[in-house]
C-alpha cells in the first residue's frame, strides 16, 4: 500500500486547507483511514479517522467542528477539509491507513503511512 499526501502551505490564521492522501497497491475494503499530526518536538497525534466502508468519523476535541475527514471510494482518497486554522494547527500532516476497520486513535494501529504534507499557520 502507497499513500501519498498532499495539499499542505503556508496560511493565514483562520483560513482554510485541504489536505488529499490517495491510496494506491493493495487497497483494503474494509478498512479505517486516519490523519494524524506532528509538531516539532512533539508526539504524533491523533486528529481525524473516518470508516472507509459506511463513513463514520471520529476526530480530536482540538479539531472537532473546524475539520471535516471525508473519502472519494471511486478514487481512493481520502480528503481533510481544514477550516478556521490557528498556529497551534502547525505540524507535519500525515495520513495512515488502518487495516481493520475499528476506531482507534492510537499510532500503532495504523500499519501504512504517507510520507507527510507540511501545514503552516500564521498568525
Known amino acids: 500500500v502507497q499513500l501519498q499526501a498532499s495539499g499542505g502551505g503556508l496560511v493565514q490564521a483562520g483560513g482554510s486547507l485541504r489536505l488529499s492522501c490517495a491510496a494506491s497497491g493493495r487497497t483494503f475494503r474494509y478498512n479505517r483511514m486516519g490523519w494524524f499530526r506532528q509538531a516539532p518536538g512533539k508526539e504524533r497525534e491523533f486528529v481525524a479517522a473516518?470508516?472507509?466502508?459506511?463513513?463514520?468519523?471520529d476526530y480530536a476535541d482540538s479539531v472537532k467542528g473546524r475539520f471535516a475527514i471525508s473519502r472519494d471510494k471511486a478514487k481512493n482518497t481520502v480528503y481533510l477539509q481544514m477550516n478556521s486554522l490557528k498556529p497551534e494547527d502547525t505540524a507535519v500532516y500525515y495520513c495512515?491507513?488502518?487495516?481493520?476497520?475499528?476506531?482507534?486513535?492510537?499510532?500503532?494501529?495504523?500499519?501504512?503511512w504517507g510520507q507527510g504534507t507540511e501545514v503552516t499557520v500564521s498568525s
Open positions: 495512515a491507513l488502518n487495516p481493520i476497520d475499528l476506531a482507534s486513535r492510537q499510532v500503532s494501529r495504523y500499519d501504512y
Open positions: 473516518i470508516s472507509w466502508r459506511d463513513g463514520s468519523a
